[in-house]
């Protein structure tokens, strides 16, 4: 059974769309984070969620909207897509102290 | 100053040595520290994970930590092919749960 899993795994769009990205975790755990890795393939957190409420948010665009529905979901809406949003972009959920993440959804706008 | 700062690379080691990662950072109040493993491509692994100074050691892998030095590294003994991939420290930023990650370093193990 996969611990993470996002949908969808590949994703190509135009500028200016909206898109969202899935992420889906069945660990049982409290807290989940999005992760943006860019082409330099630096990993830099995104947003986090404990328990369906936003507890970091770290100074991204407000183009970009989390939504948790419950613990176990985290989803990621992107308005108005840029070319600089083009990334592969990683869910994770944190147990007592470690991060497990997903397998990255890769993002190109066109 | 970089809040974690690893060597790109490429390290480059033959088959069946020792292969050495290290990494600093920047943040006092940190107390976890954790080595990822990613394939390229792929997600990242994690491998070993570390919270009080020493060693820790999982099967072929050891963390150091050394908190004075603000100094985390991993070891990997008896190096195989397998193990080519970016390896990534993390540290938690800010006494918080935020992980911090450095630009990792690329491993290459040639046979």
């Known amino acids: 059974d996969t611990a993470v899993s996002q949908t969808p795994k590949y994703l190509v769009t135009q500028m200016g769309n909206d898109k969202s990205i899935k992420c889906e975790q069945n660990l049982g755990h409290d807290t989940m984070y999005w992760y943006k890795q860019d082409s330099k393939k630096f990993l830099k957190i995104m947003f986090s969620y404990n328990n369906k409420e936003l507890i970091i948010n770290e100074t991204v665009p407000n183009r970009f909207s989390p939504k948790s529905p419950d613990k176990a979901h985290l989803n990621l809406h992107i308005n108005s897509l840029e070319l600089g949003d083009s990334a592969v972009y990683f869910c994770?959920?944190?147990?007592?102290?470690?991060?497990?993440f997903g397998p990255g959804t890769r993002l190109t706008v066109l | 100053q970089k809040e974690v700062e690893q060597n790109s690379g490429p390290l480059s080691v033959p088959e069946g040595a020792i292969a050495s990662l290290n990494c600093t950072y920047s943040d006092r109040v940190s107390q976890s520290f954790f080595w990822y493993r990613q394939y390229s491509g792929k997600s990242p692994e994690l491998i070993m994970s570390i919270y009080s100074n020493g060693d820790k050691e999982d099967g072929r892998f050891t963390a150091q930590l050394n908190k004075a030095s603000q100094y985390v590294s991993l070891l990997i003994r008896d190096s195989q092919p397998s193990d080519s991939a970016t390896y990534l420290c993390a540290v938690n930023g800010g006494g918080t749960d935020k992980l911090i990650f450095g630009t990792g370093t690329r491993l290459q193990v040639f046979p």
């Open positions: 994770a959920s944190r147990g007592a102290y470690e991060q497990f």
